[in-house]
């Protein structure tokens, strides 16, 4: 079970044209680790924003579509209503609770 959105970021990789592959996908940047035996594409590598020798920080510009993080996330309008929702409860139970006891 590798994750679907990791598998996709992969075969973009590996793919002939990584870099619009990687930014449909919402990728920005990519750290490259050399020495690891993964060959990165030259048109890749010259876009290295941090060069340590071993790392590399390549900035493939801005992603044509939002991250998978964002992608995934609920929508924020249920969220909220369920957490009003959640709190219109706790603090009704609070005062049902003082009322019986006092």
Same mark, same amino acid.
């Given at each position: 079970?590798?994750?679907?959105?990791?598998?996709?970021?992969?075969?973009? *990789?590996?793919?002939?044209?990584?870099?619009?592959?990687?930014?449909?996908?919402?990728?920005?940047?990519?750290?490259?680790?050399?020495?690891?035996?993964?060959?990165?594409?030259?048109?890749?590598?010259?876009?290295?924003?941090?060069?340590?020798?071993? *790392?590399?920080?390549?900035?493939?510009?801005?992603?044509?579509?939002?991250?998978?993080?964002?992608?995934?996330?609920?929508?924020? /309008?249920?969220?909220?209503?369920?957490?009003?929702?959640?709190?219109?409860?706790?603090?009704?139970? /609070?005062?049902?609770?003082?009322?019986?006891?006092?």
């Amino acid at each position: 079970g590798e994750e679907p959105y990791l598998a996709e970021v992969g075969a973009a *990789l590996s793919g002939h044209r990584p870099i619009p592959a990687l930014r449909r996908l919402g990728v920005r940047f990519v750290l490259v680790e050399r020495g690891n035996g993964v060959g990165v594409p030259y048109d890749i590598e010259e876009r290295a924003i941090f060069d340590s020798g071993d *790392l590399a920080v390549i900035d493939l510009g801005s992603p044509s579509a939002p991250p998978a993080s964002v992608r995934d996330r609920p929508a924020r /309008v249920p969220v909220l209503a369920g957490d009003l929702l959640a709190a219109a409860l706790m603090i009704g139970s /609070v005062c049902a609770i003082r009322r019986k006891s006092g």
